[in-house]
């Protein structure tokens, strides 16, 4: 019997797509613990079918994988370390274009760049395909606290919100440690801004807060809403993301201060000092503009139509340079399928590189993908999502039967330490692949200081280490050769 | 015979005064290798005398420290980690009052509090002792690359700069690394604005860009002059600090940039764009203002006209809240005569707390403290303005039979590991004091993260760990009840 269960993931970025699978059951242990995924999210159960695409699976384990892919791994990773040309090129991206937010000339810019150089590497099929994106613009924003002295509050607009009335929002903060707090003191939250203190637990639980701050902030009738910024450190540094609005209840103003600001602003409170801060926010949401997922391929010697993808997101918030998120992604991606090129490793079955557009505020590159593509035979979708550093392993979500293989695989990564495969593994672009069967994989790395920089003006090229960007560039080109060259 | 050498350190902040001593000839290791400071600034030899103010110094060692202060020293250190009340004032402090800039109304509102709490406290001659203080006011600043591309560069003006015309100042930058690069490419400055991108080494050398700049760029014939920030890690954060003007040379306006904006700015440059920025600063210096040292006592019990003067300093840069720079400094030392007060430790000699006003941009509480208080028999200075971090042990420079006693008294240090006693030590505001022959002290501590938000935003209450505040406020209480009571 064929069916099997696809785990599914979500993991970092854009989660509306994502609570779409939310109906599924979360996968557990046999002891009832729920099974996460690196940023602590359930992996849910999938109820479609997926067909094993390689024959004799019971004997792709690590020694038929030494015998078959030993040398070629020992290439593809000597070739990945031997300069330093994806971190040259992020740095070029990221420098020259600076942040590509969707909908912005940035973002184009740097896509032209890209299909322009990748055509003139020779890489096959290189090509942009259009998407019809969000542009939220940001403009000019400040938070003041007025009362109970004179001080300038470093703040982010969350990406989606409405503007404040030209002179600003002026008023009292109600600050709460989380919903329940809100829920409890619901009675005085009328006219008020309230900031949400949530500390950092984890990626999944805290984000809620900046999703859905707005809708449970206004429910409850406040004129506007702030969070502690979404971060496990801070250097008096805003994150801005994503949030969300209900269609029944009023839209407010939505935005981020730094961890420091927050604590001061509790402190005064706590100690029962009437805070008062004045927002201004011009954001605007203007018509929708046309932005491209950005794709090469090296074509399959044998079974060309059946196709591994993978891919990064060349989208950004609009701080910083997008560095790691995903700037990195994109050129570990783009390394992978350079090595292979430059090294004429063709294998059985395409590898596709996809660069999706608007992962961070609207996924819409991602679902476009899926729907275009829907026809073609996908074996593998694999993204890099979160953050290059040092490189561990893989995140796997799909049969039983191609996590044993693929954990075979990850055994020619012992030389650069990255073999661990775990259950549970996945990327916001590549999740709407899951309604397809597609099986999902993600690459894990050392990223204890991801939320440090996530959607900050911090995250610029001087974060990502270029050994590990090559690191990963090589566990992903020895990972995505097997997977599309396997018999 | 009496006379030694007293050698003399500076450390970290305002270096004008102290370069008023640099015809003095630096202290060498008998290999001639140059005794340096924890800041890697050299300690100069000075041709004072100084009188040891203990008797029989040759049996003040350790078994005599033992025997004499072993249990106060218990008892110190007890009382010390047993409430959080220094870290709770140096929150509601900074966080009530904000950053201390000289000349602004927050300094003097936290000097007011100040004394009424150390009254209320029932500290002994609580005084505020007038100062006039230089009073220069940020304004209104931003810096924009207009080309390539229209990028905003997050900025700080550096304290002391004048402004720049109302509509700003845009030139192309010409980047160096260093001084030398300046000098040799000396043709190409004019009418440019330059940068000086020095990569962090130590402080003492680095923080050359920040106080010379200006002045070097002017001599070549720049507009302008922005400097890498004096940073030994970044998050987007810029540093400000204090720089200085040459009479004979043009005043140019001066800024520090984040790390990562001088990355970018040199990438472009070393790939032959031409970049241009505007940078406009609207800072102003208003006339003198008048604040204040505080001062509070422990009178001694046998030679109270003897004194231990220990303190930090109480204003700040006009950037986050100078939670590290320096009011950990005053509540390590305001901690420690509440201590000695506390557990009624009353010594043969006065303990007087001294926290120095205008440290950063001036020095002159430090020069007029000197000078009011110059006809007094001062034993010993000691300053905490390294930041507070876990206490290692202290620094010192005076007579070689008082390190000796200082090394002694240290032993009774080892339960909280802060026991190392080093050559070299002292600190700014206690630096006039030299002239008078004084010996100096500071606090050492674990400093590698110093300089992520020294004169930054980030320079908040959340950087220093209370237990850590009170390991400092301990060590420093025996330390100077010790060389107070010493017989």
Request: aromatic share 8%; with cysteine.
């Amino acid at each position: 019997m064929r069916l099997c269960l696809i785990a599914f993931a979500f993991v970092l970025g854009n989660m509306t797509f994502l609570h779409a699978q939310s109906g599924r059951k979360p996968l557990t242990t046999p002891a009832g613990t729920p099974i996460l995924t690196a940023s602590g999210e359930p992996v849910y159960e999938l109820s479609s079918t997926a067909t094993i695409p390689y024959t004799n699976v019971a004997q792709l384990d690590s020694v038929f994988m030494q015998k078959s892919y030993g040398d070629a791994a020992k290439r593809i990773i000597a070739h990945a370390l031997k300069d330093s040309i994806a971190y040259s090129r992020l740095q070029y991206m990221c420098y020259t274009f600076g942040s590509r937010l969707s909908g912005s000339q940035n973002l184009e810019r740097a896509i032209d760049w890209l299909l322009q150089t990748m055509k003139t590497d020779g890489h096959e099929n290189v090509r942009g395909e259009d998407v019809k994106v969000p542009a939220w613009v940001r403009g000019e924003e400040s938070c003041v606290m007025v009362s109970p002295r004179p001080y300038t509050i470093p703040m982010l607009g969350l990406g989606g919100s409405i503007a404040t009335p030209a002179g600003g929002i002026t008023a009292e903060v109600m600050v709460v440690r989380d919903f329940a707090e809100l829920t409890r003191r619901a009675a005085e939250a009328k006219g008020k801004i309230v900031l949400f203190n949530a500390p950092f637990t984890r990626y999944g639980a805290t984000v809620r807060y900046r999703s859905e701050g707005a809708i449970r902030a206004a429910e409850v009738g406040a004129v506007a809403s702030l969070i502690r910024s979404v971060a496990s450190y801070s250097m008096r540094t805003p994150h801005t993301g994503g949030m969300r609005y209900q269609d029944s209840i009023p839209k407010i103003p939505h935005a981020a201060i730094a961890t420091e600001d927050a604590d001061l602003i509790a402190h005064l409170t706590e100690r029962g000092e009437k805070v008062k801060v004045r927002l201004t926010m011009s954001a605007q949401t203007m018509p929708d503009a046309v932005s491209r997922n950005v794709i090469a391929e090296l074509k399959g010697r044998e079974k060309p139509e059946e196709i591994v993808v993978m891919g990064g997101h060349i989208d950004s918030w609009d701080v910083g340079t997008g560095a790691l998120d995903d700037a990195g992604g994109c050129y570990a991606t783009w390394k992978a399928l350079q090595i292979l090129k430059e090294l004429g490793l063709r294998p059985r079955r395409t590898i596709r590189l996809a660069l999706w557009t608007n992962e961070e505020n609207g996924l819409r590159g991602g679902v476009d993908y899926a729907e275009r593509h829907k026809n073609e035979k996908h074996i593998l979708a694999f993204e890099s999502d979160g953050g290059i550093f040092t490189p561990q392993g893989f995140g796997f979500t799909g049969a039983p039967e191609l996590l044993k293989v693929y954990t075979a695989a990850g055994t020619l990564l012992h030389p650069i330490q990255s073999a661990a495969l775990k259950v549970g593994g996945g990327g916001a672009d590549i999740s709407p692949l899951v309604a397809y069967s597609v099986p999902q994989m993600n690459i894990e790395v050392e990223n204890s200081k991801y939320f440090w920089f996530h959607h900050t003006q911090a995250d610029m090229p001087d974060k990502i280490d270029p050994l590990d960007l090559n690191k990963c560039a090589a566990a992903i080109a020895v990972m995505m050769y097997v997977a599309a060259d396997l018999p």
